[in-house]
């Protein structure tokens, strides 16, 4: 059972930055997709930002220009870089697997709670 570890959230002033780090329990990671997922309370977890095994990204239209996935295949381990943040980014940030035909996502991890507020 793979195991996510989310981390780097908290809280930030509008128009600030925060890092959020996920590190998956896998053996083998540089050949996995990744994305982050965020769901805002009251709503439903929506995908934000994805990452290809070859460092190929895509962005919901919300974040698109203020936030960056990257990875690091060496530490195992995928980022968030949140900056320009605004008050509607505030939500429990999730990462997991990109899911494929042959692929589901693992299960869900704690993830880490960004609140963007004055």
């Known amino acids: 059972q793979v195991q996510l570890v989310e981390s780097g959230g908290g809280l930030v002033q509008p128009g600030g930055s925060l890092r959020l780090s996920c590190a998956p329990s896998v053996r083998i990671f540089s050949t996995l997709a990744m994305d982050w997922y965020r769901q805002a309370p009251g709503k439903q977890r929506e995908l934000v930002a994805s990452?290809?095994?070859?460092?190929?990204?895509t962005y919901a239209d919300s974040v698109k220009g203020r936030f960056t996935i990257s990875r690091d295949n060496a530490k195992k381990l995928v980022y968030l870089q949140m900056n320009s943040l605004k008050p509607e980014d505030t939500a429990v940030y999730y990462c997991n697997r990109h899911p494929t035909p042959y692929a589901v996502r693992w299960a869900w991890g704690q993830g880490t709670q960004v609140i963007v507020s004055s």
């Open positions: 990452i290809t095994s070859t460092g190929s990204t």
